[in-house]
């Protein structure tokens, strides 16, 4: 049984449009979006709201409130869940490749815990005082994207041993890895970018239509 669990709780802060996940891109919201990305997978998706959007019509999903974090939300989002697989995905990444989460279910059953995962493909450098300092070494440089999945037990005795040890993380399969067990890097997909800034906004509005166009023909 596959729950998925979309964190869509968040402000949008620092794109200052307003809750993010309720933004319209070609007429479907980035939550419609995250939530069609499933259909046929998921068994049950649970989406986390701001506390006042709960009232949020959703279709084939059901709602809890969010917290203050994204970590809170998905531990509000956890409580709720029934599956023994449980993947998470941000609703501020509306294009997801139905191949991306197959590879991952793929990765779960593997290693108990997985997340999608795209190599750097610029040269990568840390900064010192506004100059060029050392070069990272791009070849072993992941950028972690969301879906993640996971055993759900896994998953909650992660989350269970970052509240008593006051750990916070940005996602889910940090707060694993941290606990020493295995997660799997499952080839992501350069679609899959998350929106976050102006930046990303104008692309998402600029690539809708090319998406949606796309999955009438092969399902992305
Ligand atoms: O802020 P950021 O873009 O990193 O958020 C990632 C995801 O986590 C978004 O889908 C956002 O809605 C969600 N989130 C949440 N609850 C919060 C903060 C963020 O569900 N308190």
Do not use: Y
């Not at 996971?150 to 006051?166: M, Q, Y």
């Amino acid at each position: 049984v596959i729950s998925v669990l979309i964190p869509a709780a968040g402000s949008g802060e620092r794109l200052g449009l307003g809750a993010k996940a309720l933004l319209e891109l070609n007429g479907l919201t980035l939550l419609e979006r995250a939530i069609q990305s499933f259909s046929g997978i998921a068994d049950e998706i649970i989406v986390a709201l701001p506390e006042n959007h709960l009232e949020l019509p959703l279709q084939n999903a059901r709602a809890v409130a969010g917290g203050s974090s994204r970590q809170a939300s998905v531990q509000n989002l956890l409580k709720a869940a029934t599956g023994d697989i449980v993947l998470i995905h941000d609703a501020a990444r509306p294009f997801l490749p139905r191949a991306v989460i197959e590879r991952v279910l793929e990765g779960v059953t593997q290693s108990g815990a997985a997340t999608a995962a795209l190599s750097a493909s610029d040269t990568l450098v840390l900064e010192n005082n506004g100059l060029w300092g050392m070069v990272v070494d791009r070849s072993s440089i992941r950028a972690v994207q969301t879906p993640q999945g996971f055993k759900r037990e896994l998953l909650l005795e992660a989350h269970r041993k970052a509240i008593l040890e006051s750990v916070t993380a940005t996602d889910d399969a940090g707060l694993v890895a941290r606990l020493g067990l295995p997660v799997a890097l499952c080839l992501g997909d350069e679609r899959l970018f998350k929106v976050t800034r102006a930046g990303d906004w104008a692309l998402a509005l600029a690539f809708a239509p090319v998406w949606d166009a796309d999955t009438l023909n092969d399902n992305a």
